[in-house]
């Protein structure tokens, strides 16, 4: 079993910045990709950024450019740097982690970001 536990949300104004964190224990050796999501309600959840344990990433649309997605292996610690954030990004945002980017297994209990316009 993984263990992942969210920090850095909050409230910030329309072009803050946050940084998440999402620290993973347990049997961590099974992770290789790690990621974000985010689920506002009454829609589907929607995939953030996702990353490999090699490094390769992958964005949403609507986050390219102004999200960061990196991870320190050795800490076992995913993190997200949003900047430039947008009343539209408020929700909350969820870490996951699995075998590979298609297939999450385990993921944590949500840190909510709010912008204020």
């Known amino acids: 079993q993984v263990q992942l536990v969210e920090s850095g949300g909050g409230l910030v104004q329309a072009g803050g910045s946050l940084r998440l964190s999402c620290a993973a224990s347990?049997?961590?050796?099974?992770?290789?990709?790690m990621g974000w999501y985010r689920q506002a309600p009454g829609k589907e959840r929607e995939l953030v950024a996702a990353?490999?344990?090699?490094?390769?990433?992958n964005y949403a649309d609507s986050v390219k450019g102004r999200f960061t997605i990196s991870r320190d292996n050795a800490k076992n610690t995913l993190y997200l740097q949003m900047n430039s954030l947008k009343p539209e990004d408020t929700t909350v945002y969820y870490c996951?982690?699995?075998?590979?980017?298609?297939?999450?297994?385990?993921w944590g209990q949500g840190t909510q970001v709010t912008v204020s316009s």
């Open positions: 996951a982690a699995g075998a590979t980017m298609a297939e999450y297994d385990y």
């Open positions: 347990g049997h961590t050796i099974c992770i290789s990709a």
């Open positions: 990353i490999t344990s090699g490094g390769s990433t």
